[in-house]
Structure formats: structure tokens, C-alpha cells
Antibody, heavy 120, light 109 residues
């Protein structure tokens, strides 16, 4: 069974940093494209970043380009999102998603999300 | 490229409802469209992929289509049930990005 478990969220001050993790099980991370999607409280879904199965290609939303970095550790079957220079508008639940891009769309799966709150 | 959805729709139990997803700034037919259902307090789940395909476990009451003439995609749910009450999002791609519609809140009366 495919499982995605996000962690690393929490309360951080503006300008601070956080690293989110997404532990994958039930499949091999390195052969699947992975994506981070966020959802601000009471708002819609917003794409954040994607990484190809090989890790050779990464893409970012304009709103996070230069501040966020997506990466993966295939030995740990874990996806990461390093978030720097956080802003109040980054407050959201962050979901990791399998196969939404660079993958088999019939196998799309979402984690349960981790909440990031940026506030002083 | 943007995807625009109605903010909300409502229909009675047992009836059929269609949620639209209009593409602007490009052709919606250029890339696959997916649809996600999100119930309150839960993560989204996919209900339609590649314009019209249903993942295993999704009932055939859910169907998807894309119309080149109107540059739009649609999600149709027939035989509405109270459990279908949720937010629905369309999603596609724009070259180097993933694009989501703003979401539609479906109320089952």
C-alpha cells in the first residue's frame, strides 16, 4: 500500500527556515515524480514544486522560486522541501503528492499534509 | 495559462451536476486534465485523470470530459449522494508548471 507521511511543519517566525520531509512507503521514490502542493487556511490548492523521478529536473512556482528547494534522498525513500526566508503568506498545509507530474497519473496519491505557520 | 471554476454549485440528491473548468491563456486540450475531490478536513483524492479516466475505486457516477470548442473541461457526477458534498479542483499543466483551478464547493441538497 502506498503511503506518504509528511512531517516538519510547525510555527516559525518570518524570515525563518523549515525543512519538510515526506516519508514514502509502498513504492520506490526514485522512479516516481514527486510534487509539493500547499493550501492556505480556507483557500484552494496551490502548486509549489515538482521533481522528476531521476531528480534531474526541478520546477518551482514563481512565489517560492529562490526561497524553496525540493530534493530527495532515495536511500531513505524520502522527499524534502527546504523552505528559507519564510513569509506570512507561506502559512499553509503542505502536501506531498506522488505522480501528479512526471509520473503515472493513474497512481496519484496524496499525503495527509503538514501545517506550516509563519507568524511572529 | 489559468483554470477557472465556479465558486460553488448545488444540486439535489439523486440528480446530476456538472462542474466546469475553463482554460484561459492556452489550449486546455494541450495537456491532460485531472479532477480532485477534497472533503472537509481531509487531503484531496483524485477522481478523474487524463481527462476522462477513473482510478480504481472511484464509482462510475463520476465522469470527465474536455471540449476543445469551449476550451473547457467538465466533471459530471450523476446520482448525487450526500457523500459527494466536497470541494472539487481541476488541474492541468503549463509547460513548466502545474496549474490548479480555484475549486468548486459542491453542496448536495
Amino acid at each position: 500500500e502506498v503511503q506518504l507521511v509528511e512531517s516538519g511543519g510547525g510555527l516559525v517566525q518570518p524570515g525563518g527556515s523549515l525543512r519538510l520531509s515526506c516519508a514514502a512507503s509502498g513504492f520506490t521514490l526514485e522512479i516516481n515524480g514527486m510534487t509539493w502542493v500547499r493550501q492556505a487556511p480556507g483557500k484552494g490548492l496551490e502548486w509549489v514544486s515538482s521533481i522528476s523521478g531521476s531528480g534531474a529536473r526541478t520546477f518551482y512556482a514563481d512565489s517560492v522560486e529562490g526561497r524553496f528547494t525540493i530534493s530527495r534522498d532515495n536511500s531513505k525513500n524520502t522527499l524534502y522541501l527546504q523552505m528559507n526566508n519564510l513569509r506570512a503568506e507561506d502559512t499553509a498545509t503542505f502536501y506531498c503528492v506522488k505522480d501528479l507530474w512526471f509520473g503515472d497519473l493513474s497512481s496519484v496519491a496524496w499525503g495527509q499534509g503538514t501545517l506550516v505557520t509563519v507568524s511572529s | 495559462f489559468m483554470l477557472t471554476q465556479p465558486h460553488s454549485v448545488s444540486e439535489s440528491s439523486g440528480k446530476t451536476v456538472t462542474i466546469s473548468c475553463a482554460g484561459t491563456g492556452g489550449s486546455i486540450a494541450s495537456n491532460y486534465v485531472q479532477w480532485y475531490q477534497q472533503r472537509p478536513g481531509s487531503a484531496p483524492t483524485i477522481v478523474i485523470y487524463e481527462d476522462k479516466q477513473r482510478p480504481s475505486g472511484v464509482p462510475d457516477r463520476f465522469s470527465g470530459s474536455v471540449a476543445r470548442s469551449s476550451n473547457s473541461a467538465s466533471l459530471t457526477i450523476s446520482g448525487l449522494k450526500t457523500e459527494d458534498e466536497a470541494d472539487y479542483y481541476c488541474q492541468s499543466y503549463d509547460g513548466t508548471s502545474v496549474v490548479f483551478g480555484g475549486g468548486t464547493k459542491l453542496t448536495v441538497l
